[in-house]
């Protein structure tokens, strides 16, 4: 099974909501991503953990704030967003290793007014 | 800092014809993969390429990859409406496979 789920699918918050974007794999992987893609742009790396710790974080603003539980969670919480978050959301996990294969998941389609 | 240049970044192709996508990146790797992204849906893996020389194919695409050259094409062969998407590489930097991506490639398959 090379599957990620991502929930919700879409989301629409406001600036002053707190919301949280979840990503779950069964694969084993022990690294998981948080991407974030514009229209008709390339996904940017957000966020990685690798054996559920943060690793890299790319100079995201506080507003983002990940969630490693256990290895096969990953959440991403949203406070006080601004309409310039609004994109699509991407996790991907793959297992450290020779091959470092990216699995991506469906994406979350935020939206904030 | 690595950059990776894809081109052209637009492709109408016609049904039937052959084209070649490039993926160009500024640093030594030696890890390149090739990615499809359908409108408003995810990316699905197509290539993963660990090695100078290495060449894999899947229906009517072959990626290859010169590592000394630090290019990467995507050669499409008798192109078919279905291929119409968005063809991006990414190139590892650093550790964590950090994954660093092209601009992407708007592949439109007309007949």
């Known amino acids: 099974d090379t599957e990620v789920t991502q929930t919700p699918k879409h989301l629409v918050m406001g600036m002053t909501n707190k919301k949280s974007l979840k990503c779950e794999q069964h694969?084993?992987?022990?690294?998981m991503y948080w991407y974030k893609q514009k229209a008709k742009k390339p996904p940017e790396l957000m966020f990685v953990?690798?054996?559920?710790?943060?690793?890299i974080n790319e100079s995201v603003p506080s507003r983002f704030s990940p969630e490693c539980p256990n290895s096969s969670l990953l959440n991403l919480h949203l406070h006080a967003l601004q309409p310039e978050d609004s994109a699509l959301y991407l996790c991907?996990?793959?297992?450290?290793?020779?091959?470092?294969?990216?699995?991506f998941g469906p994406g979350t389609r935020l939206t904030v007014t | 800092e690595l950059k990776v240049e894809q081109n052209p970044l637009f492709l109408s192709m016609q049904e039937g014809k052959n084209y070649t996508i490039y993926c160009n990146y500024s640093t030594t790797s030696d890890r390149l993969y090739w990615y499809r992204q359908d409108p408003g849906k995810s990316l699905e893996s197509l290539f993963v390429?660990?090695?100078?020389?290495a060449v894999k194919q899947e229906g009517r695409l072959m990626a290859s990859l010169d590592t000394k050259a630090r290019l990467s094409t995507l050669h499409i062969t008798a192109a078919v409406h279905d291929l119409s998407a968005t063809y991006f590489c990414a190139v590892e930097s650093g550790g964590y496979n950090k994954l660093i991506f092209g601009a992407g490639t708007r592949l439109a398959v007309h007949p």
């Open positions: 694969m084993g992987h022990r690294a």
């Open positions: 991907a996990s793959s297992q450290p290793g020779t091959v470092y294969e990216q699995y």
């Open positions: 390429l660990l090695s100078n020389g």
């Open positions: 953990y690798s054996y559920e710790k943060l690793s």
